[in-house]
Nanobody, 118 residues
Framework: QVQLVESGGGMVQAGGSVRLSCAAS????????MAWYRQGPETQRDIVAT???????TYTESVKGRFTLTRDFANHTIWLQMNNLKPEDTALYIC????????????WGRGTQVTVSS
């Protein structure tokens, strides 16, 4: 079992910055890729950024140049630095981890809300 707990969300004005964290706990052996997803007020869950076990990152087009995903391997934590926030970034931000222990398993956090006002 792996638990993912997000923190750092809140209300921010457009143009501001927020840094989210996701801390993993439990059976951490085999954690591979991790990612941030987001779910808007009335939208499905969409991928925001991913990071591999080797530190390679990818970003969805709408956040490129504004968001930065980092991974602290020793502390089993990923961070999402979000700069120049826009109202359309308002969403529940959800942490994801892929685990490989001879098979693949997916784990999700409960999310942290980010609300951007104009």
């Amino acid at each position: 079992q792996v638990q993912l707990v997000e923190s750092g969300g809140g209300m921010v004005q457009a143009g501001g910055s927020v840094r989210l964290s996701c801390a993993a706990s439990g059976n951490l052996r085999g954690i591979a890729d991790m990612a941030w997803y987001r779910q808007g007020p009335e939208t499905q869950r969409d991928i925001v950024a991913t990071i591999t076990r080797s530190g390679i990152t990818t970003y969805t087009e709408s956040v490129k140049g504004r968001f930065t995903l980092t991974r602290d391997f020793a502390n089993h934590t990923i961070w999402l630095q979000m700069n120049n926030l826009k109202p359309e970034d308002t969403a529940l931000y959800i942490c994801y981890a892929m685990v490989r222990r001879g098979h693949q398993a997916d784990y999700w956090g409960r999310g942290t809300q980010v609300t951007v006002s104009s």
